[in-house]
């Protein structure tokens, strides 16, 4: 039997695989990981994910050879790397998930399909959860999306068929080691250091600790940052790189809510909590949708009405100011900062430094889309250019929604503990003031031992005079017949027809 070689992209795991199964039944499995630096060096990747990536390579090539499998990770690009591994091992199929991706991966995988026809290996694509590639309509999309996660799970069998290197181990092809982040020149951010451990181990613990232990108040916790850390999933850094499946997270959550099915209140709280969560592992597959449909959102506007609403070319003060953390706006400050420190920020509190980007400060999405992703060890191109086109109203289907950050920092950080945690400058401010602590009168200031505009900045613009300002313009672009007949367009191509909750958010 011919070896079968499993390409890995961000489905790093071998439960929940079925092109590994499949391959599995058709001959011996060699899995192949390739960083290849056209993508790992681009801007929106970060040496987060490949500290990342490199604890579930390990994990994952210890789990192959346990069934009698390998796993050769290689640097460079595709299709070479491929055609290169093919020759080495004379492989005769290749297996892998289609990937909804960023422009250079779709790029890519267009290349590796067109090499795989004119070499005539043949290159078995399979869906990685309820995304549809050519998908027509979105009529019946979310029934679709449900049969999917709702499907048994496919797991490989606990031995593979032998290598045909087995008796002569010299003939082996070299594993190759996982390179470092110093080795492939990936950038990092200085200071992060992730709390989030790579691995299909590390997945399920985390997903069993949700839903057995943190998750009993996430319907009421989920928002804000003080409590959102913990009370949130944490998962979505091994849906991205495929530790985790979503129907593997779905299946898990339908289980834990068949077993809260009592009368007590705290029975109640989990359903409640658990539901939220289930319809939110929907979301996700219904934003990446968006960008498998059209990838062009990644650069261009859902709706072109929108095009000239923005510069092309952001404001580097503001920019600069946004992206470290010096705004003015302590709340905005804190998640930005904490964000970069951790590479992890709740959904509510995304949204906010985004509107605040989008409408207080006017810049474009494309922009700082692409300056943020690196630092979202989550990141996700499906969720996060959907994301920052909604939080921009660029979409034309979803409201329009500004943050006030003031009224953020009251509603979800009423004792300042995260703006502390995070603006150490201002941590002797007295909570009256935190917030706003231009508004503090020089006594309290000189108290506090900070002073406004040397130590903490002044608010880089007026929030009432900037909302305005934002607000009168994404109105009177919104509100054109272009741009009522341009929305009908964008939603029937990408609206949800299932959940109205979706165009809310
Ligand atoms: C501007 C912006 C950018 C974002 N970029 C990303 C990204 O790159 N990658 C990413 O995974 N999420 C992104 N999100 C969505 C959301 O903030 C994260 O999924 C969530 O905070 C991850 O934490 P968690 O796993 O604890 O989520 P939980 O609340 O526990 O939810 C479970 C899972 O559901 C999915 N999910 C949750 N909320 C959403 C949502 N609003 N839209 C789509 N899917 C959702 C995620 O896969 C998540 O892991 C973005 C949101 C905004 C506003």
């Given at each position: 039997m011919s070896v079968q070689l499993v390409w890995f992209k961000r489905?790093?795991?071998?439960?929940?695989?079925t092109p590994l199964t499949r391959a599995a039944r058709t001959g011996p499995v060699v899995g192949l990981f390739v960083f290849e630096p056209s993508i790992v060096r681009?801007?929106?990747?970060?040496a987060q994910h490949l500290v990342f990536v490199r604890e579930c390579l390990t994990e994952l090539r210890t789990r192959l050879r346990r069934r009698g499998g390998e796993l050769l990770v290689r640097v460079g690009e595709c299709p070479d790397v491929l055609e290169q591994v093919c020759h080495e091992l004379r492989a005769t199929a290749i297996w892998a998930h289609e990937e909804t991706g960023n422009a250079r991966t779709y790029a890519r995988d267009r290349r590796v399909r067109a090499w795989a026809r004119t070499t005539g290996i043949p290159l078995h694509e399979v869906p990685q959860g309820g995304v549809v590639r050519r998908?027509?309509?979105?009529?019946g999309w979310a029934e679709h999306w449900e049969s999917v996660v709702r499907a048994p799970v496919a797991n490989p069998p606990s031995r593979f068929a032998p290598l045909p290197w087995t008796d002569a181990p010299d003939t082996a092809p070299a594993s190759g080691e996982v390179p470092t982040a110093d080795a492939l020149r990936v950038q990092c951010a200085a200071g992060r250091a992730h709390d989030t451990p790579g691995g299909e181990r590390a997945a399920r613990a985390l997903l069993r600790t949700f839903l057995?232990?943190?998750?009993?108040?996430y319907r009421r916790e989920m928002s804000s940052p003080v409590s959102a850390f913990r009370a949130?999933?944490?998962i979505s850094p091994h849906l991205a790189f495929g530790t985790l499946s979503g129907r593997q997270a779905w299946q898990a959550a339908q289980q834990r809510l068949s077993e809260v099915s009592g009368p007590l209140d705290r029975d109640e709280r989990w359903r409640a909590s658990i539901t939220s969560f289930v319809a939110r592992l929907a979301w996700r597959e219904h934003f990446m949708q968006k960008l498998e449909s059209e990838p062009a959102i990644e650069h261009r506007?859902?709706?072109?009405?929108?095009?000239?609403?923005?510069?092309?070319?952001?404001?580097p003060e503001r920019l600069e100011a946004w992206l470290h953390g010096r705004t003015g706006y302590p709340l905005v400050d804190a998640c930005m900062r904490a964000l970069r420190a951790q590479g992890w920020l709740n959904f509510r509190m995304r949204a906010m430094l985004v509107s605040f980007a989008s409408?207080?400060?006017?810049?474009?999405w494309q922009q700082t889309a692409v300056a943020l992703a690196p630092h979202f060890?989550?990141?996700e191109p499906g969720i996060h250019y959907s994301q920052f086109q909604m939080q921009s109203g660029t979409t034309g289907i979803n409201s329009i929604r500004i943050y006030n950050p003031y009224k953020q920092a009251l509603e979800h950080d009423p004792a300042g503990h995260f703006v502390r945690a995070w603006v150490p400058e201002l941590r002797a401010v007295p909570t009256d003031f935190?917030?706003?602590?231009?508004?503090?009168p020089p006594l309290v200031a000189s108290m506090a031992g900070v002073r406004i505009g040397r130590d903490y900045p002044l608010p880089i613009v007026e929030h009432t005079a900037a909302y305005r300002e934002a607000k009168a313009r994404i109105f009177a672009a919104r509100e054109t017949a272009a741009a009522r007949a341009d929305a009908a367009r964008v939603y029937r191509q990408?609206?949800?027809?299932?959940?109205?909750?979706h165009r809310r958010r």
């Open positions: 489905d790093l795991r071998l439960h929940d695989h681009a801007a929106d990747y970060d998908l027509a309509s979105r009529d057995y232990e943190r998750g009993e108040q949130c999933s944490r506007n859902f709706s072109s009405v929108y095009d000239d609403l923005r510069p092309a070319v952001a404001d409408y207080h400060l006017w810049l474009p060890l989550d990141y935190l917030h706003a602590p231009h508004d503090m990408h609206g949800s027809r299932k959940d109205p909750l």
